[in-house]
Nanobody
Framework: QAQLVESGGGLVQPGGSLRLSCAAS????????IGWFRQVPGKEREGLLC????????YYADSLKGRFTISRDQAKNTVYLQMNSLKPEDTAVYYC???????????????WGQGTQVTVSS
């Protein structure tokens, strides 16, 4: 059974950094794309970035370029989301998900983690 578990969320001051982890089990990371998404209560879930063996990393939100990066450690079967220069508007629940390819279409992702809360506030 495939499973994704996010960790690393928490409270951080504006301008600070966090690194989220998405630990995969039950499947080999290299055969799939992993996307990061976030959701604010009352709003639709937003696609952020994705990483795959075939195409490397893909950004779905231009505003994140220069602040967020995605990486993967195949030996640990884990994908990371490094978030720098955090802003209050980055406050959300962050999810990782598995898909056959990187895509903005969330229906293509078949397994989702439980989410981790990120709060950016002074």
């Amino acid at each position: 059974q495939a499973q994704l578990v996010e960790s690393g969320g928490g409270l951080v001051q504006p301008g600070g950094s966090l690194r989220l982890s998405c630990a995969a089990s039950g499947f080999t990371l290299g055969y799939y794309a992993i996307g990061w998404f976030r959701q604010v209560p009352g709003k639709e879930r937003e696609g952020l970035l994705c990483i795959s063996t075939s195409y490397g990393s893909t950004y779905y939100a231009d505003s994140l370029k220069g602040r967020f990066t995605i990486s993967r450690d195949q030996a640990k079967n884990t994908v990371y989301l490094q978030m720098n220069s955090l802003k209050p508007e980055d406050t959300a629940v962050y999810y990782c998900a598995r898909g056959p390819i990187c895509s903005i279409h969330q229906s293509l992702y078949d397994y989702w983690g439980q989410g981790t809360q990120v709060t950016v506030s002074s």
